[in-house]
């Protein structure tokens, strides 16, 4: 079965995939977990993709930031396509591109707030003023107070550890964010905050968000809502 | 690419993570760099006079036995075989100071000649010079002996020898410290030099003589002087054993113990040993930190980049393990000297096996870092996020 989502009416979407395929081994079972998967997403959209586990939403976000390689289709990701890119090309195109947002944060511990924000800028020929400028920009941004700036992410609260792993999605200014399960890991309250943080960044920086997430409550904050099961999409609504 | 050192944080991140299992890992590498050291010098001790020893040199002594003497009389015989520059003969005294355990490398020697073949490497007032060879009771001695036994010029000193008995009837050869002479040799500022004719002159077999230092003409000629001199003497009643002064001593040392087999076997077992503790501790931290690395790949850090990074995390490991053990070595071993300079006056780390042991160091992170990249290489991007 193919499903086809409505084009989105802007002429250079963020997100276009086009009859992908993904399937993995396991053991002797061949995983169909993407079947001629066809997706757009308007630049400037939030999206939140809703599936069941192992509905293929985590392979969708990786085959989009370029992580993982389609069996077959086109995608292509702010006017490029991705299969065109060797490595090196793909590498350096997502630290321009993509910021990606886990569930678990994947902050380094012995760090600090500010020095694991500053990771994505030491690829950038920039000074380190001009670093701790745009780190010191990207953690108010996302509201963790001055004095957790250099705070290692032991010693934050949940929540507070999802701000600066979103504070390091940002700091390269990328158009599009890739969001798997946000807020899967926070209590409600935290949640709502980092929900609130994802709509601002939409609404106010134009960041074209993708979300993963089981979450319905999480879910309406999105534009559009769309249903993934079994590698295909069940369900297109508007949120 | 922007200049590796900016990703420092990273690096020294990677090795706070589990500083008692950093430190461990910098101790063991320190202790193979320090008996790294130690073993260098050690060699050197051995085998440091083989290379320093003068090129153009030959020693011949009995073909019989080391302990066997010559006639004096070969000397001048040798003197006249063509290709032969200089002779100097020379009689191993087996003397010590007050008690047997004051070892004096003690020589009675053929002043003039013995002098003219050490110009360059001796640095003796003229004053000393003019007074030693005038003086045939006179003894010249290093530097570090005469530091060593608080000896001043013009002193008597009660040499006691193993071997020569002395007129007198005891074993006890008085001299008179005419000279005091430095040489960068470490070997030479060991020694006590006394005239021949004063060692002659009191032994009951004179005229014979332990070994014969000869220099030849020209370097190309070493072995066909050698052949020469052990032809002519084939059929008398002392036949010779001719040979390079590099060969006399490097067989001599390896006669008693093969120093250098023993250091390369024990070094190989050691270093082969702290790869595979350096290698694993490497591996098992990135094991460990996949996830991490997963991230970093999400933020456009490139594989060839990665490993850069725990090249840079082995380096650090490494030299730090190993400049402090090569530090430690040299630290022991100058104590050791102080204590042993008698029995071996060469032992030093050298700045030559300094720079092995960094070479070392490099090529041991770059071997320890093998199996980590070989991990990142497999490591798929997004299983590693999925894996949590």
């Known amino acids: 079965m193919t499903a086809i989502l409505p084009e989105s009416t802007t002429p250079t979407p963020a997100v276009d995939l086009e009859a992908v395929s993904k399937s993995y081994r396991r053991g002797d079972e061949i995983v169909h977990v993407l079947d001629h998967f066809s997706f757009t997403v308007a630049s400037g959209d939030f999206i939140a993709l809703m599936a069941p586990s192992g509905s293929g939403k985590s392979t969708l976000l990786n085959l989009i930031g370029g992580l993982d390689h389609p069996d077959q289709g086109r995608i292509r990701v702010a006017g490029t396509e991705l299969a065109g890119l060797r490595e090196s090309a793909l590498t350096r195109w997502r630290s321009r591109n993509i910021g990606f947002i886990f569930q678990l944060y994947y902050l380094i511990p012995v760090l600090s707030a500010a020095r694991n924000v500053e990771l994505p800028l030491l690829l950038q020929p920039l000074s380190r003023a001009e670093r701790a400028k745009r780190v010191e920009a990207a953690l108010t941004l996302t509201g963790l107070p001055n004095e957790r700036h250099h705070f290692r992410p032991p010693e934050l609260s949940g929540g507070q550890q999802q701000r600066v792993a979103i504070a390091r999605a940002i700091v390269t200014d990328p158009p599009l964010l890739l969001c798997d399960e946000p807020t899967g890991d926070l209590d409600r309250a935290a949640g709502n905050e980092i929900l609130e943080l994802l709509k601002t960044l939409n609404e106010r920086l134009h960041k074209t968000i993708l979300m993963v997430t089981h979450d319905p409550h999480a879910a309406e904050l999105a534009h559009r809502v769309v249903h993934l099961e079994k590698g295909l999409v069940g369900e297109l609504r508007a949120a | ?388």
């Open chain 2, 1 to 388: 690419m922007p200049t590796l050192f900016r990703f420092y944080p990273l690096v020294f991140a990677a090795l706070r993570r589990h500083r008692v299992r950093t430190l461990l890992t910098i101790a063991s590498v320190m202790m193979a760099f320090l008996l790294f050291g130690l073993l260098m010098a050690l060699s050197h001790a051995f085998y440091g006079g083989v290379k320093t020893a003068n090129r153009r040199t030959l020693i011949t002594m009995s073909s019989m036995s080391f302990i066997e003497s010559l006639p004096r009389a070969d000397a001048a015989e040798i003197a006249s075989i063509p290709g032969v520059a200089k002779v100097a003969y020379e009689v191993w005294i087996g003397a010590y100071y007050q008690h047997q355990s004051q070892i004096l490398f003690a020589l009675a020697v053929s002043p003039k000649r013995w002098l003219a073949q050490r110009t360059r490497q001796l640095s003796l007032p003229t004053t000393e010079r003019t007074a030693w060879l005038g003086d045939r009771r006179g003894a010249l001695v290093g530097s570090s002996v005469a530091r060593r036994y608080h000896w001043k010029i013009g002193e008597i000193i009660p040499i006691r020898s193993n071997i020569w008995v002395h007129p007198n009837g005891t074993n006890t050869w008085p001299v008179k410290l005419d000279g005091i002479f430095h040489s960068k040799s470490r070997t030479l500022e060991q020694v006590v030099i006394l005239h021949y004719r004063y060692w002659n002159g009191g032994v009951n077999k004179p005229n014979v003589i332990g070994m014969l230092r000869i220099e030849v003409h020209h370097l190309s000629e070493l072995t066909a002087v050698a052949h020469r001199i052990d032809t002519r003497f084939a059929n008398s009643p002392y036949p010779t054993r001719t040979s390079s002064a590099r060969t006399f001593m490097k067989n001599f040392i390896d006669q008693t113990v093969d120093i250098g087999l023993i250091v390369q076997d024990i070094l190989i077992a050691v270093f082969f040993t702290m790869l595979l503790v350096t290698a694993n501790t490497l591996a098992r931290s990135v094991r460990e930190r996949s996830s991490e690395i997963a991230i970093l790949r999400t933020q456009g850090y490139s594989r060839r980049l990665i490993f850069a990074l725990i090249l840079a995390e082995a380096l650090v490991v490494v030299l730090t393990g190993g400049i402090l053990g090569t530090l430690l070595a040299a630290l022991l071993v100058e104590g050791l000297h102080t204590f042993l300079a008698e029995f071996l006056p060469t032992l030093r780390l050298t700045t030559g096996a300094e720079l092995k042991g960094l070479g070392l160091m490099i090529l041991f992170a770059c071997a320890s870092a093998l199996l980590p990249v070989y991990q990142i290489q497999r490591l798929k991007t997004a299983d590693a996020l999925r894996g949590g």
